[in-house]
């Protein structure tokens, strides 16, 4: 009975004597790393899930920074090949499908307004745009936010000189005929640091269409962006809108031209403030109310075209100019 | 049995000692500056992390990459993106060692010697500074600035931006640390 308790106190004694020397012994630099506080803030941020503000066509999740105003110049030329272009045409550079001038502002790191000015690529031209965009969700590094959510509201006004034809889709009897609304809803995942994809279910309405031509329509797009170094990637975006077979099939019929959906594919180089898209699509319109529903132009006929964007971010934040 | 008590008690006695020679700074402060005659840019971080053991003078400041905030936000976008690369380097870190002879458990003001390593953007470098330690009441003050050349970090800059970026980078660090509590 007595060698039992003795043999503990033995190993107890040894315990005891193993921790005194640790607490002896000064913190080697393994050892101070540990009580080092966790510097990583929780649920952090994906930042730069895309560089810029749209893909080629579609928009991706981003929105800019609080006071900054984003300058955007968008330019669509005529068709590459094809019937109506190759080298006479010079590959299309004789013409420009679509010219759009934007300028977006943001109120808040979340929200930003946006006012354009683009061409219009059918016979609804002259276009006016204000726009909304909205930063719902973010997407954080540690998954407990999976995907970001953004949405994106616009209006855009047909300034185009109103036509005689009742069954022509700029027969405008009012301003409020004038009007086409988008909604979209962005859904963005920044997979790594070099791969990103977007979905954007989306809806057109247009107050006044050609003559069984759809006043609403559902769309969905999809957007994908690697990096090939570090200031340049790939960019790739599809629009799929939703129709009606038989009034797609009576105006196909009517107008002698096939809808198509949008791809889009280009090569987007960033500059530090500077955004360059160079790409190719076979949509001939910017804006969304009019690539979504009305593109009638095909890859397959020769008939994508080259596209540039040009962006510029301008930052107006002077509060935190004071250095500290 | 009372010895083992005796025992017990003496040994927490040294646990205690042995954890007084810790400090830890929650909120350091770490700050750059790169200035050209085209822009000042600043960064600050203000979560950034040390533990200094006053007994061996080993000192170590961690601080995380994305944590640094700038007047603007973009260049914050740019600085985690294309130079920093905080997807691939998250985190920056000194680990070092005061190699003067102080006793930071006394009140007073001390200029001394650190000399370390500092690890930014994967690479390695030793480095060497003067900092300034204020001890009072057990809180000990520090202050240093150390001058960063980016390209020995294989931080690049492009060309177009060249004129912009700074070749060397002042690093500012201020920490208020207060004993570890165990």
Known sequence: MTTKPFYFNVVKCLILLLLVSRSLTSYGQTELEKDLENTAPAHEKVSATFKSTKLINGHTNETIYKHELDFKVDHRFGDIAGSNGGLRQFFGLDNSTDVRIGFDYGISDRLNVGFARAKGATTVQQLYEFNVKYRLLEQTTDDYVPVAVTLFGSNTIAAVKASDDPASATAY????????????????????????????????????????????????GAGARAKITKRMALVVDYFMPFRNKDDEAYLEQLNGVKFYNTLGVGLEMETGGHIFHLNFTNATAIQEMQFIPQTTSSWLKGQYRWGFSIARRFSFDKKKDKRS | MKRMILLFGLCLSFMAAGAQNIFVSKATSITFFSSTPVEDIEGKSTTASSVVDIKSRNIVFKVSNTSFQFKKKLMQEHFNENYIESDKYPFSIFRGKITDDVDLSKDGSYTVNVEGTLDIHGVTKAYQSKANIVVAKGVITARTTIRVKIEDHQIKVPSIVFKNIAEFVDVRISATYQPKKS
């Open chain 1, 173 to 220: 009897r009012n301003l409020t005929d004038r009007m086409n609304y988008v909604t979209q809803i962005i859904f963005a995942r920044k997979f790594n640091s070099s791969f990103s994809v977007s979905l954007t279910p989306g809806y057109v309405h247009r107050n006044f269409t050609a003559f069984r031509d759809q006043n609403n329509m559902f769309s969905v």
